[in-house]
Each structure stands twice: as structure tokens, then as C-alpha cells.
């Protein structure tokens, strides 16, 4: 059971990336998703879910109006794509899932069953 995360990367501010997390060992469908990020030194951060039923997504207000997630549980893949990038964004980003969410929202990392090794993201200035 492994969920490996990829598309990170150096990129300009105002650039863009696409983060993947894809999935062995199990199978996403029945899976709440989400990501996270952490930044030297601060906490780790929820930005992003995505409901396992309806596919319901919700954005901190961080991230809001500029990154997208979305799933294809065909792929077993989740993703993140991430635009208008600023210094701010720089982190380790990280993504979770949530075995039977029953098409819920969870924003603590606390609620969730499996994580991926992380993908560093640097935006310049």
C-alpha cells in the first residue's frame, strides 16, 4: 500500500505546476484525498479535499481561486494543479487519503489513514 507523489519542482512566481499522487497496493475509489504542505518551520497545512462519493472539493483560503484538485479513480491518481504561484507556496507537499469518507471534507491530517512521501515545491521570486 504506497502513495507516491511527483510534479514538484522549481518554478517562477506566477508559473504554475502539476502535483500527482498516484496510488498502489489499494484502490482510490473509496478514498477521501486530500493535500497538504508544510514549510521549513511552520506546521503542516491542509489545502485541498476532495470527497470520495460526489467528488466535493474544498480549498483553504490560501490556495483558494488558484489550485485545483481533482481525481481519476480510473488512473487511481489525485491531483493538484497549481497556478499563480508565489514565494509563499514554497513547501513540502504532501497527499493523504481517507479510507469510506462518505463524501465528507476533512481538514485535519489526524483523519487520515495513508500519506505519500512528499514532493518539494520552490517558487522564486
Known amino acids: 500500500v504506497q502513495l507516491q507523489a511527483s510534479g514538484g519542482g522549481l518554478v517562477q512566481a506566477g508559473g504554475s505546476l502539476r502535483l500527482l499522487c498516484a496510488a498502489s497496493?489499494?484502490?482510490?475509489?473509496?478514498?477521501?484525498l486530500a493535500w497538504f504542505r508544510q514549510a521549513p518551520g511552520k506546521q503542516r497545512e491542509w489545502i485541498s479535499c476532495?470527497?470520495?462519493?460526489?467528488?466535493?472539493?474544498s480549498y483553504a483560503d490560501s490556495v483558494k481561486g488558484r489550485f485545483t484538485i481533482s481525481r481519476d479513480n480510473a488512473e487511481n491518481t489525485v491531483y493538484l494543479q497549481m497556478n499563480s504561484l508565489n514565494p509563499e507556496d514554497t513547501a513540502v507537499y504532501y497527499c493523504?487519503?481517507?479510507?469510506?469518507?462518505?463524501?465528507?471534507?476533512?481538514?485535519?491530517?489526524?483523519?487520515?489513514?495513508?500519506w505519500g512521501q512528499g514532493t518539494q515545491v520552490t517558487v522564486s521570486s
Open positions: 493523504a487519503a481517507k479510507l469510506y469518507g462518505s463524501d465528507l471534507i476533512f481538514h485535519f491530517a489526524s483523519s487520515y489513514n495513508y
Open positions: 476532495i470527497s470520495d462519493i460526489r467528488g466535493a472539493t
Open positions: 497496493g489499494f484502490n482510490l475509489e473509496y478514498y477521501a
